[in-house]
């Protein structure tokens, strides 16, 4: 590799000074303002979602790492309520795109309709643009509508463009895709591929919330009207501190715990422990790797942390590798989930 080779700083690791070095002082400011901003989204937030903070705080760490994320939850756990709430906190564009079973590709990404020109008697194609563009996209029930469909959204999320016809649009920045998936076990959906999956950096579950929590519930959402909620941040400003997440230094012993991650996680690699080639199918790839760095990267900027650790990788290690971590039947029929393995890789990759 030459000297003036670019290299690709979310995966490579930096220097020794680099990973031990504080950031920059603007970087230092940007991160304490950014942290400021985001206990005030939280707190507007709770005017209207009762609980789910551990939710809340993975959804600011995926946007501001630049990653789109998929909510898994049954209905009726405020999922929508959630990321519709989370869309009127920021000065951006938003849509949302209710995911149906007769929804076809061109009602997400639009489609050329024939209108009047000009000149009399004359018409003329245009383009009009589907929901897919705008800043934020609330993809709602996405596992109810077949894969063709599925795969205009995702298409997108990857490229960050749009190509419909003879017609290729670049995606204003910045976009992120927020979506809700109801359990593949229930009637009438499409479950996601592993390959698109993987196109989320984020699967948050999304649990039932505490007794405590449900008694707040019924006191204080069954009347009066929602309220109002304040804008906190505009799209300059969020790409801003995405820019700066991705500055954070991480040392080497971080890297080197987050690559032991993803590599324990395959059973086809020669040393992998003898429980991982008899539970899971197929283990986590390379962008694993570097969404666990983006992840980690962001949750300790969350935490008005200037370097990032160990515990941070722990933080976000379930979301990224859940989805990514495909299990087969021995571990089906012994009641171990992917999520049952990923806390025994930390719990064994840290004692090493």
Known sequence: MSENAPVERDVDRPSPAEAGAMPQ??????????????????????????????????????????????????????????????????????????????????????????????????????????????????????????????????????????SAGSHKFELDQPFFVLATQNPIEQEGTYPLPEAQLDRFMFLIHVDYPTEAEEGRIARETTAGERPELAKIIDGQQVIEFQNVVRRVPVPDHVYDYIVALVRTSRPSLPDAPDWIKNWVMWGAGPRAVQYLVLGARARAVLRGNYLVQVDDVDAVAEPVLSHRILTNFHAESEGVSSRDIIQRIMAETRKD
Do not use: W, Y
Request: glycine residues 6%; charged residues 25%; contains cysteine.
């Open 25 to 162: 002082e603007d970087d230092v400011a940007a991160i304490d303002r950014l942290r400021g901003l985001c206990d005030d989204m939280r707190q507007e937030l709770a005017k209207v979602i009762i609980g789910q903070d551990e939710v809340i705080e993975k959804l600011l760490i995926c946007i501001f790492a630049r990653g789109h994320a998929l909510l898994m939850g049954v209905p009726g756990l405020a999922k929508t309520l959630l990321i519709h709430s989370l869309g009127d906190l920021m000065s951006l564009d938003f849509s949302r795109i209710q995911f149906t079973p007769d929804l076809m590709p061109s009602d997400i990404t639009g489609t050329d309709i024939l209108q009047e020109t000009d000149q009399p008697g004359r018409r003329a194609f245009e383009f009009e643009k589907g929901p897919i563009f705008a800043n934020i996209v609330l993809a709602d029930e996405i596992n109810r509508t077949p894969p063709k469909t599925q795969a205009a959204l995702l298409q997108a999320m990857q490229e960050n463009e749009v």
